[in-house]
């Protein structure tokens, strides 16, 4: 990772990023849609390898849903990684997933979340949970990397089980923030 | 297939394109184009769309992505496709050859009160399609166009993108189903048969 990005990916030693690519194999996930996030930097990598994957890049994170949306349509299963701010734009998209109950896993990065150092991240990450609750999205939190792969399973097993839009938010915790040197 | 105002008629020309659709599958972007192809026949190979606004031309896409030997048509008109138009890039990179666009064009927002759309005031969609990548365009304005329209949707070089140019008169509101989880389990069904719903 650039060593003057803003965002923080994963360090190396973290296994996290591989587990939820099993899990997304695991559940025969062929469409991934997403605004791309430095937490998810790896995972993406993954997604990109694997020939049996979609890899839809967006240019706005509520393009995802209607993505996911068609492929529910044509029999395929899908899921939309984004960072917390990408949330803010998906709120009336959603109710294309509630409309027809059509499963919609995401995979969230909180940003504006623990120790953030970007003042203009606050506010959506602050808003985030409520959002997507306010949407009827069913939200789970994983604060520690070892909570991060059994809360996707079930973000995945809920949306294609119940037929919703569901949500793992992934803290910044986990990731860390970058502070510039301004500790 | 001409309005009185020397411009195709929507209704007509939806007809047209629907002629002889096979197993097309065909999204319809919210409001008169949803009406539109209701009024033409409703059937489990449509979706007509009640809201998601912006989203008709990603629906397509991630449908043609699922079912490459489907053709899929996304008929929707300009101020829905202009609230998406970020697609037509995720769309070109993606090249789906079974994806077809129409927009049917008639520049105006025609649910809220005929205010006027950036098409009005020279807007033109083609050409941002083809800024995009997206190399098989069209823009049909004649009724003799309509053939090789029809002609372009069903070969499969896509992804194809087109615009009409139509009469902005409104129709008789002809309704789909508004169920959205009848709408989504009976395209599901005519696309995998019964076993769409026991899918794991």
Not at chain 1, 44 to 50: F, K, P, S, T, V
């Amino acid at each position: 990772m650039d060593e003057h990005s803003i965002d923080k990916a994963p360090d190396a030693a973290a296994d996290w990023p591989d587990q939820i690519y099993s899990l997304l194999k695991t559940h025969n996930i062929t469409q991934v849609a997403l605004v791309p996030d430095a937490g998810h930097s790896r995972l993406i990598r993954r997604c990109l390898a694997d020939n049996e994957m979609k890899v839809v890049t967006l240019t706005t994170e509520e393009e995802g849903i209607a993505l996911l949306q068609g492929a529910w349509l044509g029999g395929a299963k899908g899921v939309l990684l984004m960072q917390s701010s990408g949330v803010g734009n998906c709120i009336n998209m959603l109710s294309l997933s509630i409309m027809h109950r059509c499963p919609l896993p995401m995979l969230v990065t909180m940003r504006g979340d623990f120790g953030e150092f970007n003042p203009a991240q606050v506010p959506m990450g602050n808003a985030t949970q409520t959002v997507l609750e306010a949407m009827g999205t069913l939200v789970h939190r994983a604060d520690t990397p070892e909570d991060i792969a059994p809360t996707v399973n079930a973000t995945i097993r809920l949306a294609f089980n119940t037929f919703r839009p569901t949500a793992t938010l992934i803290g910044q915790r986990v990731l860390g923030a970058k502070t510039f040197g301004k500790d | 297939m001409l309005a009185a105002s020397g411009k195709l008629d929507r209704r007509e020309l939806t007809r047209a394109l629907l002629t002889d659709r096979g197993e097309m599958l065909v999204i319809a972007g919210l409001g008169a184009p949803a009406w539109d192809i209701t009024a033409i026949g409703d059937c489990a190979e449509n979706l007509p769309l009640w809201g998601g606004m912006g989203g008709a031309a990603m629906i397509g896409l991630g449908l043609a992505l699922a079912q490459p030997k489907r053709k899929v048509l996304v008929i929707t008109g300009d101020g829905e496709m202009l609230m998406g138009i970020g697609a037509l890039a995720t769309i070109a990179v993606q090249k789906p050859a079974n994806l077809s666009i129409v927009v049917q064009d008639n520049e105006h927002y025609g649910e809220t009160g005929m205010q006027e759309t950036a098409t009005r005031h020279g807007v033109d969609l083609v050409m941002m399609a083809k800024g995009a990548g997206i190399q098989h365009t069209m823009f049909v304005t004649k009724p003799d166009e309509v053939p090789a329209l029809h002609k372009a949707i069903h070969a499969g070089q896509g992804p194809f993108f087109a615009v009409a140019k139509i009469d902005a008169t409104s129709k008789p509101l002809v309704l789909p189903p508004r169920e959205g989880a009848l709408l989504q389990a009976r395209m599901r069904e005519a696309v995998m048969g019964p076993a769409a719903h026991h899918q794991l």
